[in-house]
């Protein structure tokens, strides 16, 4: 958890000390299924220069990790990392709308409140 924290800060203020290791963030870290370093590397791929493939393969383990994870804070990020993506992606967007619609009737407040303002931000662009 530390180290994900750790790389999460260094990702956001530097992210071109990361961007040689995008490879190994979409292969060996996304393997570990534990929460913290989930969301921390949610939060990571939204900062980084992603390929078109990588692009595609950081979308499909969000996804996954949005129907497999049960952390709330797992959810809200790999949330925002989407609409981060889905901004200049209008397939990806239209697709997640539709689940940001699902979770804006979350039980969880943190979800419902997120999807809210990530709908709101992402209807910007459909304007």
């Known amino acids: 958890m530390r180290a994900g924290d750790a790389l999460e800060k260094v990702c956001r203020d530097r992210p071109e000390l990361l961007q040689p290791y995008v490879e190994r963030l979409l292969t060996k870290v996304s393997e570990v299924r534990q929460p913290s370093v989930q969301w921390h590397l949610a939060q990571m791929l939204g900062g980084l220069a992603l ?3 990588q692009r ?12 497999e994870s049960t952390d709330w804070i797992v959810t809200n990020y790999a949330l925002e990392t989407l609409a981060t993506l889905a901004a200049k992606d209008r397939v ?3 697709n997640l709308i539709g689940r940001l619609q699902r979770y804006r009737r979350e039980k969880r ?3 419902a409140r997120r999807a809210e303002r990530l709908l709101a931000r992402l209807r910007v662009f459909d304007e």
């Open 51 to 53: 390929r078109p493939g």
């Open 92 to 94: 990806l967007r239209r």
């Open 56 to 67: 595609a393969r950081a979308v499909r383990l969000l996804k996954r990790t949005l129907d």
């Open 109 to 111: 407040k943190s979800i």
